[in-house]
């Protein structure tokens, strides 16, 4: 089973300021067809999570532009340029290239 | 609209089984792979199971392998899991979503199961 490992666990950040989070696993996420199942996740407080970035750095619809993924085998990044009040939750790597499927450990974000 | 709709889920003894429904709408069923995610109270989510968009292709978590069995229905646009001898550990929000590789990605609203001692 691939270990996903966020950092940082807590992430106060000031409003319009940028926040990273990143996430590494214990093997590298590369696909055979050259495809890489690194996936991020935003859950609100009381709500569903809902997928932010798929497959490292493809927005999914509808989120902002100020979210944006990057990295490569073992070593991931989800950005945030400016954050927004609506920003505050917890944030999820996940990776879906070796089943079982698994997530990180989760990072939330406050607002300072 | 995609609606994920979760059900099945409430308080239950340690022991029993339990079979948790997610009924599908707004997208093609039957061309996505599956799976059930859980989250326990305060805590982080977890791979539970998948299916691919046939039935075949049932892959389990460790931590529930041999105590769960996922399955579908294409035919009423349904997925399932049975979970088997309950135990407070079981005790989570499930969720269930859809292909988390594909281009889109759904999620239910979730259904809580609590196990009793």
């Known amino acids: 089973e691939v270990v996903m490992t966020q950092s940082p666990l807590s992430l106060p950040v000031t409003l319009g300021q940028p926040a990273s989070i990143s996430c590494r696993s214990s093997?590298?996420?590369?696909?055979?067809?050259?495809?890489?199942?690194l996936h991020w996740f935003q859950q609100r407080p009381g709500q569903s999570p809902r997928r932010l970035i798929y497959?490292?750095?493809k927005r999914d619809s509808g989120v902002p532009d100020r979210f944006s993924g990057s990295g490569s085998g073992t070593d991931f990044t989800l950005k945030i340029s400016r954050v927004e009040a609506e920003d505050v939750g917890v944030y999820y790597c996940?990776?879906?290239?070796?089943?079982?499927?698994?997530f990180g450990q989760g990072t939330r974000l406050e607002i300072k | 609209e995609v609606q994920l709709l979760e059900s099945g889920g409430g308080l239950v003894q340690r022991g029993v089984s339990l079979r948790l429904s997610c009924e599908a709408s707004?997208?093609?069923?039957?061309?996505?792979?599956m799976i059930w995610v859980r989250q326990a109270p305060g805590k982080g989510l977890e791979f539970v199971s998948s299916i691919g968009p046939s039935g075949g292709s049932k892959i389990y978590a460790d931590s529930v392998k041999g105590r769960v069995t996922i399955s579908r229905d294409n035919s009423r646009n349904t997925l399932y899991v049975q979970i088997n001898t309950l135990s407070t550990d079981d005790t989570a929000v499930y969720y269930c979503m859809t292909d988390p590789n594909w281009n889109n990605a759904y999620w239910g609203q979730g259904t809580l199961v609590t196990v009793s001692s």
């Open positions: 497959q490292v750095s």
């Open positions: 707004g997208f093609t069923f039957s061309n996505y792979a």
């Open positions: 093997q590298s996420l590369l696909y055979r067809d050259g495809n890489t199942f």
């Open positions: 996940m990776q879906a290239t070796n089943w079982p499927a698994t």
